[in-house]
């Protein structure tokens, strides 16, 4: 499975934008880019997925390189509520795959 | 609304006992998926299944079983072979494509050995 590298956690101010960076240079044609997030004792929330070109959600947006040898969630205006680890994980475009998580990067969140 | 339940959320085995995590989904996903997260750590994969009758072991599947007779259900049971059994155990499904829908998880039952 192509790997993702995150750094382990990062910071923010409250209604601030926060940019959370993956790399993934080994990632495959075929390979889709997920983002999911996991809020302390919760199961992980799906936040964003693209293959090629940019995505919106009313979560957030998905920048992914030309090349997508890299991507970035982008939170628009950051809350207490969006602290949590969020991880970027690329999934085979293959029936039954499964999510291979890695360690993702914890977010903190400042009033 | 649909969903995935898991339950119970909290669960005590004694050494030696075999114990079952039930996971319920209302979703009419095809695949269902177990996972284990140990503190700090993110999750890994312990049983998938695609399709009902069938189930492929994941990353660390030794000391547990899995079944799967109905697509709604997809239960996992600790065994005594287990010798560290004590985590957050997290259940997941997906249409066929996950990689194109998402995946949706369930809230977690979380296991203590005493």
């Known amino acids: 499975d192509a790997k993702t590298t995150q750094p382990n956690s990062m910071e923010s101010n409250e209604e601030e934008p926060v940019h959370l960076p993956c790399n993934h240079s080994?990632?495959?044609?075929?390979?889709?880019i997920h983002w999911y997030r996991q809020l302390p004792s919760q199961g992980p929330e799906y936040v964003i997925h693209?293959?090629?070109s940019n995505v919106n959600n009313r979560m957030a947006s998905l920048a992914i390189a030309e090349d997508r040898k890299s991507s970035t969630l982008i939170l628009h205006r950051a809350t207490l509520r969006d602290a949590a680890v969020y991880y970027c994980?690329?999934?085979?475009?293959?029936?039954?795959?499964?999510?291979?998580f890695g360690k993702g990067t914890t977010l903190s969140v400042s009033s | 609304d649909g969903g995935i339940t898991q339950s119970p959320k909290y669960l005590f085995r004694k050494e030696g006992q075999n114990v079952t995590l039930s996971c319920e989904q209302n979703?009419?996903?095809?695949?269902m998926y177990w996972y284990r997260q140990d503190p700090g750590q993110g999750l890994r994969l312990i049983y998938y299944?695609?399709?009902?009758?069938?189930?492929q072991k994941g990353d660390i599947a030794e000391g547990y079983s899995v079944s799967r007779e109905k697509k709604e259900s997809f239960p996992l049971t600790v065994t005594s072979a287990q010798k560290n059994p004590t985590a957050f155990y997290l259940c997941?499904?997906?249409?066929?494509?996950?990689?194109?829908?998402?995946?949706?998880f369930g809230s977690g039952t979380r296991l203590t050995v005493v």
């Open positions: 693209g293959l090629t």
């Open positions: 994980i690329l999934t085979v475009w293959q029936a039954g795959t499964a999510l291979i």
């Open positions: 299944s695609q399709i009902v009758n069938d189930f």
């Open positions: 080994t990632i495959s044609g075929t390979d889709y």
């Open positions: 979703l009419n996903h095809d695949a």
């Open positions: 997941a499904s997906s249409m066929g494509q996950g990689w194109y829908y998402g995946y949706t």
